[in-house]
């Protein structure tokens, strides 16, 4: 499975992003997909999952102002961001696991590149 990652930037506070993770992977649907980030100097941490069929898992920093969303045809996951603050800022990965979401980064098998969000106050 491949995985690449797309639409970080640099954006103000209170601005929003979305990022896209294009998957290649046989049967999309049996692949569960996290987003995770990490802040400079920090541990990587999870932000958000979702399964095939919908059911979804949001870090408490995200609820209410990020929301993932996946298109199986297309083999696509995207994780919205609005309200975004200066904390938020780091490097955003795509993952995916098969069978059921998990808020565990050693739980999946295989992660993207990364794409950068920077985020200024």
């Known amino acids: 499975v491949q995985l690449d990652e797309s639409g970080g930037g640099l954006v103000q506070a209170g601005g929003s992003l979305r990022l896209s993770c294009a998957a290649s992977a046989g049967s999309f649907t049996s692949w569960a997909m996290g987003w995770f980030r990490q802040a400079p100097g920090k541990e990587r941490e999870f932000v958000a999952a979702?399964?095939?069929?919908?059911?979804?898992n949001y870090a408490e920093s995200a609820k209410g102002r990020f929301t993932i969303s996946r298109d199986n045809a297309k083999k696509m996951v995207w994780l919205q961001m609005n309200s975004l603050k200066p904390d938020d800022t780091g490097i955003y990965y795509c993952?995916?696991?098969?069978?059921?979401?998990?808020?565990?980064?050693?739980?999946?098998?295989?992660w993207g590149q990364g794409t950068q969000v920077t985020v200024s106050s």
């Open positions: 993952a995916a696991r098969l069978g059921v979401i998990s808020a565990y980064d050693h739980m999946y098998d295989y």
């Open positions: 979702i399964n095939w069929s919908g059911n979804l």
